[in-house]
Nanobody, 115 residues
Framework: QVQVVESGGGLVQPGGSLRLSCVVS????????MGWYRQAPGKQRELIAQ???????NYADSVKGRFTISRDRDKNTVFLQMNGLKPEDTAIYYC?????????WGQGTQVTVSS
């Protein structure tokens, strides 16, 4: 079992920044990929950033150059640094941990970009 808990969401003005955190616990040795997803109202959940156990990162085109995924292995934490936020970034952001056979989700954290 893997537990995933996100934090760091909130209300920010356009152009602002936020850093989301995702703490992973449980059978963390089995996690080979961590991902950040988001789901806006009326839209499907989409993958926006991922990092593998080998530190390879990938981003959706919509966030490339603005968002950065990173990890602190000592703290079992994955971060999503979000800069240059736009109103269209408003969504619930979810962290996931993949073990190869299963995907574990956090509860989500709301990010609202508005003036």
């Amino acid at each position: 079992q893997v537990q995933v808990v996100e934090s760091g969401g909130g209300l920010v003005q356009p152009g602002g920044s936020l850093r989301l955190s995702c703490v992973v616990s449980g059978s963390i040795f089995s996690v080979n990929r961590m991902g950040w997803y988001r789901q806006a109202p009326g839209k499907q959940r989409e993958l926006i950033a991922q990092i593998t156990s080998g530190e390879t990162t990938n981003y959706a085109d919509s966030v490339k150059g603005r968002f950065t995924i990173s990890r602190d292995r000592d703290k079992n934490t994955v971060f999503l640094q979000m800069n240059g936020l736009k109103p269209e970034d408003t969504a619930i952001y979810y962290c996931s941990g993949d073990t190869g056979g299963l995907r574990y989700w956090g509860q989500g954290t709301q990010v609202t970009v508005s003036s």
